[in-house]
């Protein structure tokens, strides 16, 4: 199991939405397994031996006081037709884990993937588990329930033989079935199960499979359920109906941090079947269907009082100041720097060629496919949520604060929720669909808009990074000084063997709300990182892939570049007129990325200023390497849907604000990537099944950036530092 920096040093400084004080604020006693279940066998994982990211924070992740559960941590049910129950807190979000998890357990288990079914991300069910993101499924949660499974296989073993009457060294498990040597005597897993009440527990000093003699795992396992997307059976939160169900609409302020002078709502009272909700700044209505709701939320006449708010023209200069109230999970420096190596002044004496430049990013937003929802339904004293979240015993605690509740009185469900990309890590919109049915007495489903989402949900950090380098005429760089001022210290780390550096992260106050994205801040220091390697490469006249070599001795950072460059064909020929080449590399959460990108600068389209030209993405290659490859199709998949995603935040994705309020809202007004946007793309997997797995779903995306502005920069001789590259398009003079 990977224990990368004990887990992240918990959780990384750039989750600031995991810190915020509550939106709103209107021990689990041990489950009686045989109960919940019926007959079969329960096997346990004592918490005590919990993965370290699991117990620093109360469930929040905010350091509160929750109890977290002292009896179990995961679990496996036979039941008693052979089929195995798998629970985990973990959620499924479009990254495939429901796949990856059921392969491993399958594979420990040797039975058939499509017997195994996990429950996930059931507050009721499954253990808890601070959440899904920073790429933490297949490192943590994998093992675990590898672990499980393979104990349980060993137990199911005894019984099986004490049934048949033989050494449970002369039996093995094929398919589900239990075989002795010559196949003589066999059983089912369902004869092994049937009529049994026993709970195991499982001693912690079992072993794993090792990738070498995977055999489902490690293989390109379809995706489970596949087709009940495919064809729309799938329900996720906004197709989920309970009896007497009203719809929602929440009241929104005119900008950010206004404040409430009054409201006269009688016009929205008088609306048939319409109730309005107040709750000190909380202002909501339910009606019999979605239109009467947005009609009556647009009928009540709020006076705001806003204050003077910042600007984009202003942004930059704020996030150079220093932080006045420190949200977040570490002070300056923030686990990727203030661990300064050698001296600066040194290292710049020493130097051929200085370089000093400064780097930014700007806010962008996730545009997941499906808005923030939720279904709220009380039941007594009892609450049942179904939301959309990566979170769900986060969003619990939510709901346990904002309405002074037991623990024991709150449910969420998240069903499998089509996509987050680190944004739907909390839970307004559970409490706003909770404080809802309270108030109605009855269930009641909210459905954020895309204006909502775009306006109200957290943004990915902006950022200022400054960089101060210094690099022999032979390639050696001798001084590496990087600040990065807001947007965070994941992927702020060197891998250049470089004797004198000083890497550090600084807090700042951010004009809007921002916290998790796919990648965290990786993609910002990458971008400035790649970038600024590209320039010392041109400074003395070296090939940029010569120049990372001569500089690079981690050998696994070296394999995912040389493979990306040979695939590529880097070297070979020049780029044709109005193209360029560019390479980039680099590493995150225990995965190494080498990106080569090949650009066109074209004619500016129709509804594109005249003046500019477009720059289209022609060619893609990337090589991953990530450890022992679990299933290779859906990692190319998270591979490819990274890139396509990079596109847009490398290119044109920027959120425009004034004075309190975004100016670009809409799909109509924020670009993101279209189809003709999509480049050819070649995923290369470097498996390596001699190192535990890391995740994937976010180090992908960190390449591709850079990869882009450094193409650019061959095509045209312009050297761009701002992301996104080419908002307005490109001009070239």
Not at 12 to 41: T, V
Not at 283 to 295: H, L, M, S
Not at 427 to 432: M, N, S, T, W, Y
Not at 497 to 508: A, L
Request: aromatic share 8%.
């Amino acid at each position: 199991m990977i224990e990368e920096q004990s887990l992240l040093d918990e959780i990384e400084s750039e989750r600031y939405e995991l810190f915020e004080s509550p939106n709103y604020n209107f021990h689990f006693a041990r489950r009686d397994f045989i109960k919940a279940f019926g007959l079969g066998i329960v096997f346990i994982v004592p918490a005590a031996r919990a993965p370290a990211q699991q117990r620093g924070q109360g469930e929040s992740g905010r350091g509160g006081n929750e109890r977290l559960p002292n009896d179990i941590d995961a679990w496996i049910h036979i039941n008693e037709d052979g089929g195995v129950n798998v629970f985990t807190g973990k959620v499924e979000v479009g990254q495939n884990t429901r796949t990856t998890l059921s392969q491993s357990v399958a594979d420990e288990l040797h039975v058939p993937i499509d017997s195994v079914h996990l429950v996930m991300g059931d507050t009721d069910l499954t253990p808890f588990d601070m959440g899904t993101f920073g790429s933490r499924s297949t490192p943590t949660m994998a093992p675990q329930l590898r672990k499980a499974a393979a104990a349980a296989r060993e137990m199911l073993i005894a019984m099986a033989a004490e049934q048949l009457q033989v050494e449970p060294k002369a039996l093995r498990i094929v398919d589900a079935r239990f075989l002795n040597h010559d196949k003589s005597k066999t059983l089912t897993l369902a004869e092994v199960a049937k009529g049994r009440k026993l709970v195991k527990v499982i001693p912690d000093d079992i072993a794993i499979t090792q990738p070498k003699d995977w055999t489902i795992a490690g293989t390109p396992a379809a995706k489970i359920d596949a087709k009940n997307y495919v064809t729309g059976k799938h329900r996720y939160t906004s197709d989920i109906k309970r009896e007497g169900m009203l719809y929602g609409k929440v009241v929104r302020p005119a900008t950010f941090n206004a404040t409430l002078v009054s409201v006269d709502a009688k016009a929205a009272e008088a609306m048939p079947g319409v109730k309005v909700v107040t709750d000190g700044t909380f202002i909501g209505v339910v009606a019999p269907d979605q239109q009467a709701a947005t009609k009556a939320a647009n009928a009540i006449a709020i006076d705001w009082k806003s204050p003077g708010q910042p600007t984009n023209a202003e942004l930059f200069d704020l996030l150079r100041k220093p932080a006045t109230g420190q949200k977040g999970g570490r002070g300056e420096g923030g686990g990727g720097g203030s661990r300064p190596q050698g001296s600066i002044t040194d290292g710049l004496a020493a130097a051929d060629k200085k370089l000093e430049q400064t780097y930014t990013v700007a806010y962008i937003a996730h545009a997941p496919l499906e808005p923030r929802a939720a279904v709220a339904e009380w039941n007594g004293d009892k609450l049942t949520v179904w939301t959309g979240s990566q979170r769900p015993f986060g969003v619990k605690s939510e709901l346990v604060e904002a309405f002074h509740i037991p623990e024991d009185k709150v449910r969420v469900i998240v069903p499998d929720t089509g996509s987050g990309y680190g944004g739907k890590h909390t839970g307004e919109c559970a409490v706003e669909a909770a404080r809802l049915a309270k108030a109605a007495g009855k269930p009641v489903k909210l459905v954020w808009t895309r204006e909502e989402e775009f306006t109200w949900a957290y943004f990915r950090p902006a950022g200022v990074i400054d960089i101060r380098s210094g690099v022999k005429n032979d390639g050696t760089i001798t001084a590496w000084e990087f600040h990065n001022y807001n947007s965070g210290a994941s992927g702020i780390q060197i891998k250049y063997d470089i004797p004198n550096n000083d890497i550090r992260f600084h807090p700042s106050n951010s004009p809007l709300r921002q916290g998790s994205y796919r990648g965290l801040a990786a993609t910002a220091n990458h971008f400035a990182r790649e970038s600024h390697i590209d320039e010392l490469a041109h400074a003395v006249n070296m090939d940029p892939l010569e120049f990372r070599l001569k500089n690079i001795k981690d050998d696994r950072l070296r394999d995912v570049l040389q493979a990306a460059a040979k695939s590529f064909g880097w070297g070979k020929a020049k780029p044709e007129r109005g193209h360029g080449f560019g390479i980039a590399c680099g590493f995150e959460k225990g995965g190494y990325i080498a990106s080569c990108a090949e650009i066109a600068i074209e004619p500016p389209s129709d509804k594109e200023e005249k003046t500019n030209k477009r720059v289209r993405v022609i060619r893609v290659v990337e090589a991953f390497e990530c450890g022992a490859v679990v299933n290779p199709l859906h990692l190319r998949n998270q591979i490819e849907g990274a890139i396509t995603m990079a596109i847009g935040g490398a290119l044109f994705e920027s959120i425009q604000f004034e004075n309190g309020k975004i100016l670009n809202p809409h799909f109509a007004s924020y670009r993101v990537p279209r189809f003709n946007d999509s480049p050819q793309i070649e995923a290369l997997l470097v498996d390596r099944k001699d190192i535990p797995s890391a995740g994937a779903g976010e180090t992908p995306i960190v390449g591709l950036a850079p990869a882009v502005a450094n193409a650019i920069f061959n095509a045209t001789g312009v050297r761009l530092r701002a992301l996104p590259l080419v908002g307005k398009g490109l001009t070239v003079s």
